[in-house]
């Protein structure tokens, strides 16, 4: 207490005394102006006007304009993407329709104001040249993505379909040029810079899209999955090439005078591939973790991004293939891809990138397309594109000798088009090769080819009757009891393991396990994906060693992760499905402290809820949402753990607090038969003693095993007693009731499993 009072005084006492001094100071300084001639200017004004003219004066400055545009473009673009992962489509849609809503096509048109108040003219130009930063550190993470080994290992299947999947449509595009180029390409341009680069538009594949999409639908694994992501990796590299040479033939402005720009690019991914690639492997070997990887080792390979994006702008193939030539050849080490791709994607992807879709949004005017006939020919590019990259990559993947269902499937794939499709049509604008009207049709057969991908995966899927299944063929054919965990937190996984091993342990091969993780598709990248899995299982299946349990292990992208969890334990027929409690609301709270939350602030989004009304605070604790979405769809007995280092079912305690929680002794049944536990019932309010059925159904378990199940009737718990159990298995019924009473004995309670039988 004396050392915080000595604390305030000397605070005030420094504060106080240097505050008086520097206004001594100014009172002195003040004196030497005199015969200074200083002339205050005289506006007429009020302090509050000039305080007025100040905030207008700072809030049209270029960086306050600059910081507020990326303000709103965030917020939009989080909204949109969001809205279109929940109707289970690409995020990319939902920020290419963000930057459509910015733009003059919805809030230009009709709030014009705003628009211009937000989006002034003079302002885009910093709005661009930010928005290619993000789009060279894009492109940078799209060339580590790529796996070159898959490449060689696939390369002649993947390289017929590719290259097919590009010619094709790259003809078509062409041939469309020609009857279109009188009409609508800009004055001065020639028919072959025109005709190239609708060409390219039309070939183009959203490799980053595609591999998502691979990952959400399970097919990573498969050979279908391999081969469409080799050829993915295939077209990109190609179609890059590709608009590098369109590129210079464009600015040189025949294909002869193209041959030096192509010569001098040739030369570049030459000593790009021979000098600099061999220099940043041996520094990739020797700094691979993140405790190594320090400040001066990230500084090499930004600058070898930074000159490499330099000598292509300069060589005039633009700077994204030299940031994409970056990426690829940054060392082959998939632990140095991943820690390196984590430092630049969320700044690249959350920060820039929306900018980029926005900077587009504001160049389309859907507006511009005001007649039936210029809706024509946008159908009439719509279709030319599906048709030349669908049914070209479908047609080839047959002829290599895919089947039908998958040549289809690897057409839709590869139909994707998404934020690829966007960079090449700035290109050509900022080139002055694609006139607004042909960018608008452009930006919307982006839109229409990626949308269709996911709805054309299902109606493959449905007509040819084949849908991959949720479930492995070994796990649904399994006659015995079956078990499901999934986990998110390894740890958690093996505390979930153990729990399990406690109810089947002694069943001699009659019980079965599946350890199952799913992990959001966006925090995923196709190339690292086994070693993701590996390490997630590792630790589970350590302790499936320890406890020589056999399991099955199951993993799924996802992008609806309660909904696959409860598809899967359904359609598996599971027995029982156990998980472990999420986030809840209660962080830092009374209860967060009873369920082991030890953090200090409240969650904001279930704050938010109960703020609007849409969640009581106690009516449906201690559950987030995900976890009140498993349980409500869920048609198997669920357990939901919370983990407070459950360890074994030793001493087990069981409070019983309405009729319907007979089912809890059958659970207990389990776990005395397969791990000798000793349990203890609780009948507070004489449930037990005026039910026959329970009581014969605990006499049962008494007869079988003496001195195995006791049942007490006390009305206050002993602290001392709770500290001495290992678990307590409640109902979700008498758990509700256990949290609304608020009971005082809950904060001493051990790991709990709540249970809720079978619909």
Same mark, same amino acid.
């Not at 006939?373 to 080839?396: C, E, R």
């Given at each position: 207490?004396?050392?915080?009072?000595?604390?305030?005084?000397?605070?005030?006492g420094v504060i106080?005394?240097?505050?008086a001094?520097?206004?001594?100071?100014?009172?002195?300084?003040?004196?030497?102006?005199?015969?200074?001639?200083?002339?205050?200017?005289e506006?007429?004004?009020?302090?509050?006007?000039?305080f007025?003219d100040s905030?207008?004066?700072?809030?049209?400055?270029?960086?306050?304009?600059?910081?507020?545009?990326?303000?709103?473009?965030?917020?939009?673009?989080?909204?949109?993407?969001?809205?279109?992962?929940k109707?289970?489509?690409?995020?990319?849609?939902?920020e290419?329709?963000?930057?459509?809503?910015?733009?003059?096509?919805?809030?230009?048109?009709?709030?014009?104001?705003?628009?211009?108040?937000?989006?002034?003219?003079?302002?885009?130009?910093?709005?661009?040249?930010?928005?290619?930063?993000?789009?060279?550190?894009?492109?940078?993470v799209?060339?580590?993505?790529?796996d070159?080994?898959?490449?060689?290992?696939?390369?002649?299947?993947?390289?017929?379909?590719?290259? #097919?999947?590009?010619?094709?449509?790259?003809?078509?595009?062409?041939?469309f040029a020609?009857?279109?180029?009188?009409?609508?390409?800009?004055?001065?341009?020639?028919?072959?810079?025109?005709? %190239?680069?609708?060409?390219?538009?039309?070939?183009?594949?959203a490799?980053?899209?595609?591999a998502r999409i691979?990952?959400?639908?399970?097919?990573?694994?498969?050979?279908l999955?391999?081969?469409?992501?080799?050829?993915?990796?295939?077209?990109?590299?190609?179609?890059?090439?590709?608009?590098?040479?369109?590129?210079?033939?464009?600015?040189?402005?025949?294909?002869?005078?193209?041959?030096?720009?192509?010569?001098?690019?040739?030369?570049?991914?030459?000593?790009?591939?021979?000098?600099?690639r061999?220099?940043l492997?041996?520094?990739?070997?020797?700094y691979?973790?993140?405790?190594?990887?320090?400040?001066?080792?990230?500084?090499?390979?930004?600058?070898?991004?930074?000159?490499?994006?330099y000598?292509?702008?300069?060589?005039?193939?633009?700077?994204?293939?030299?940031?994409?030539?970056?990426?690829?050849?940054?060392? &082959?080490?998939?632990?140095?891809?991943?820690?390196f791709?984590?430092?630049?994607?969320?700044?690249?992807?959350?920060?820039?990138?929306p900018?980029?879709?926005?900077?587009?949004?504001?160049?389309?005017?859907?507006?511009?397309?005001? &007649?039936p006939?210029?809706?024509?020919?946008?159908?009439?590019?719509?279709?030319?594109?599906?048709?030349?990259?669908?049914?070209?990559?479908?047609?080839?993947a047959?002829?290599?000798?895919?089947?039908?269902? &998958?040549?289809?499937?690897?057409?839709?794939?590869?139909?994707?088009?998404?934020?690829?499709e966007?960079?090449?049509?700035?290109?050509?604008?900022?080139?002055?090769?694609?006139?607004?009207?042909?960018f608008?049709?452009?930006?919307?057969m982006?839109?229409?080819?990626?949308?269709?991908?996911?709805?054309?995966?299902?109606?493959?899927n449905?007509?040819?009757?084949t849908?991959?299944?949720?479930?492995?063929?070994?796990?649904?054919?399994i006659?015995?009891?079956?078990?499901?965990?999934?986990?998110?937190?390894?740890?958690?996984?093996?505390?979930?393991?153990?729990?399990?091993?406690?109810?089947?342990?002694?069943?001699?091969?009659?019980?079965?396990?599946?350890?199952?993780? %799913?992990?959001p598709t966006?925090?995923?990248?196709?190339?690292?994906?086994?070693?993701?899995e590996?390490?997630?299982?590792?630790?589970?299946?350590?302790?499936?060693?320890?406890l020589?349990?056999?399991?099955?292990?199951?993993?799924?992208?996802?992008?609806?992760?309660?909904?696959?969890?409860?598809?899967?334990?359904?359609?598996?027929?599971?027995?029982?499905?156990?998980?472990?409690?999420?986030? $809840?609301?209660?962080?830092?709270?009374?209860?967060?402290?009873?369920?082991?939350?030890?953090?200090?602030?409240?969650?904001?989004?279930?704050?938010?809820?109960?703020?609007?009304?849409?969640?009581?605070?106690?009516?449906?604790?201690?559950?987030?949402?995900?976890?009140r979405?498993?349980?409500?769809?869920?048609k198997?007995p669920?357990?939901?753990?919370?983990?407070?280092?459950?360890?074994? #079912?030793?001493?087990?305690?069981?409070?019983?607090?309405?009729?319907?929680?007979?089912?809890?002794?059958?659970?207990?049944?389990?776990?005395?038969?397969?791990?000798g $536990?000793?349990?203890?019932?609780?009948?507070?309010?004489?449930?037990?003693?005026?039910?026959?059925?329970?009581?014969?159904?605990?006499r049962?378990?008494?007869?079988?095993?003496?001195?195995?199940i006791?049942?007490?009737?006390?009305k206050?718990?002993?602290?001392?007693?709770?500290?001495?159990?290992?678990?307590?298995?409640? $109902?979700? &019924?008498?758990?509700?009731? %256990?949290?609304?009473?608020?009971?005082?004995?809950? $904060?001493?309670?051990?790991s709990?499993?709540?249970?809720?039988?079978?619909?």
């Open positions: 207490m004396m050392q915080r009072l000595r604390n305030s005084i000397f605070y005030v106080g005394g240097f505050t001094l520097m206004y001594w100071i100014v009172l002195l300084g003040a004196k030497l102006e005199q015969g200074r001639r200083i002339v205050l200017p506006t007429g004004k009020t302090q509050w006007q000039e007025i905030l207008i004066y700072n809030l049209e400055h270029p960086l306050s304009i600059l910081l507020a545009q990326i303000v709103t473009i965030i917020v939009v673009a989080r909204f949109f993407g969001w809205i279109c992962k109707i289970g489509q690409p995020t990319v849609i939902g290419i329709i963000a930057g459509i809503v910015l733009g003059p096509s919805l809030i230009g048109m009709h709030f014009p104001e705003f628009s211009s108040t937000l989006f002034p003219t003079e302002s885009l130009g910093n709005l661009q040249f930010l928005s290619q930063i993000g789009l060279i550190l894009f492109m940078f799209i060339g580590m993505e790529l070159l080994k898959v490449l060689k290992n696939k390369a002649h299947d993947a390289v017929v379909i590719s290259h #097919a999947s590009i010619i094709i449509p790259f003809a078509l595009g062409m041939g020609y009857f279109i180029y009188q009409s609508f390409a800009p004055i001065g341009v020639q028919f072959i810079s025109f005709a %190239l680069f609708l060409g390219i538009a039309m070939s183009i594949t490799f980053p899209v595609l691979v990952q959400e639908r399970g097919l990573h694994k498969t050979r999955g391999t081969v469409v992501i080799t050829c993915a990796a295939a077209d990109d590299i190609t179609a890059w090439c590709l608009l590098a040479a369109v590129i210079a033939i464009v600015k040189a402005g025949s294909f002869l005078s193209a041959l030096y720009i192509i010569a001098l690019a040739a030369l570049y991914v030459y000593l790009m591939i021979k000098v600099v061999p220099f492997s041996r520094i990739g070997n020797l691979q973790t993140k405790e190594s990887l320090s400040k001066p080792i990230v500084a090499i390979f930004f600058l070898t991004l930074i000159i490499s994006a000598a292509t702008e300069v060589i005039g193939i633009h700077a994204l293939f030299g940031a994409f030539m970056a990426g690829a050849i940054m060392p &082959d080490n998939i632990k140095f891809r991943t820690i791709i984590e430092k630049v994607e969320d700044v690249a992807l959350v920060l820039l990138l900018l980029f879709f926005v900077f587009t949004g504001l160049r389309t005017e859907i507006g511009l397309l005001n &007649d006939y210029l809706w024509k020919v946008t159908g009439l590019i719509i279709l030319i594109a599906i048709v030349g990259k669908f049914i070209g990559s479908a047609i080839a047959k002829f290599v000798g895919q089947n039908w269902k &998958d040549s289809l499937t690897i057409g839709a794939l590869m139909n994707t088009r998404g934020l690829m966007l960079v090449v049509l700035n290109i050509g604008y900022d080139l002055g090769v694609l006139s607004p009207e042909i608008a049709m452009m930006v919307i982006a839109l229409v080819t990626t949308f269709m991908t996911g709805p054309a995966l299902d109606l493959i449905w007509a040819f009757k849908k991959t299944p949720e479930i492995p063929q070994e796990i649904s054919e006659n015995k009891f079956k078990v499901l965990i999934s986990f998110g937190n390894p740890e958690r996984g093996r505390s979930l393991l153990r729990l399990a091993n406690s109810f089947i342990k002694k069943l001699n091969g009659n019980a079965a396990v599946t350890a199952m993780h %799913l992990t966006n925090e995923l990248h196709h190339y690292n994906v086994g070693e993701y590996k390490e997630s299982f590792t630790p589970v299946i350590e302790e499936s060693e320890n020589n349990q056999k399991i099955t292990t199951l993993f799924k992208a996802s992008n609806d992760i309660d909904s696959d969890i409860t598809e899967v334990a359904n359609k598996g027929d599971y027995d029982l499905l156990l998980i472990g409690l999420g986030q $809840s609301i209660f962080e830092g709270s009374l209860l967060g402290k009873i369920l082991g939350f030890t953090t200090r602030f409240i969650n904001p989004e279930k704050l938010l809820n109960q703020v609007t009304g849409k969640e009581s605070l106690f009516e449906n604790s201690p559950f987030d949402e995900r976890t979405n498993i349980i409500s769809k869920s198997v669920i357990g939901v753990l919370i983990d407070k280092d459950f360890s074994s #079912a030793d001493r087990v305690f069981i409070p019983v607090f309405t009729e319907n929680d007979a089912f809890l002794v059958l659970f207990a049944q389990k776990l005395i038969s397969n791990s $536990s000793q349990i203890t019932i609780l009948d507070q309010e004489g449930k037990i003693k005026n039910n026959p059925e329970l009581k014969e159904r605990i049962a378990i008494e007869h079988k095993a003496p001195n195995h006791n049942l007490i009737q006390q206050v718990i002993d602290k001392d007693f709770l500290l001495n159990q290992n678990l307590m298995m409640v $109902s979700i &019924d008498t758990w509700k009731k %256990l949290v609304d009473s608020k009971t005082l004995w809950l $904060s001493d309670i051990p709990t499993l709540i249970l809720k039988e079978s619909v």
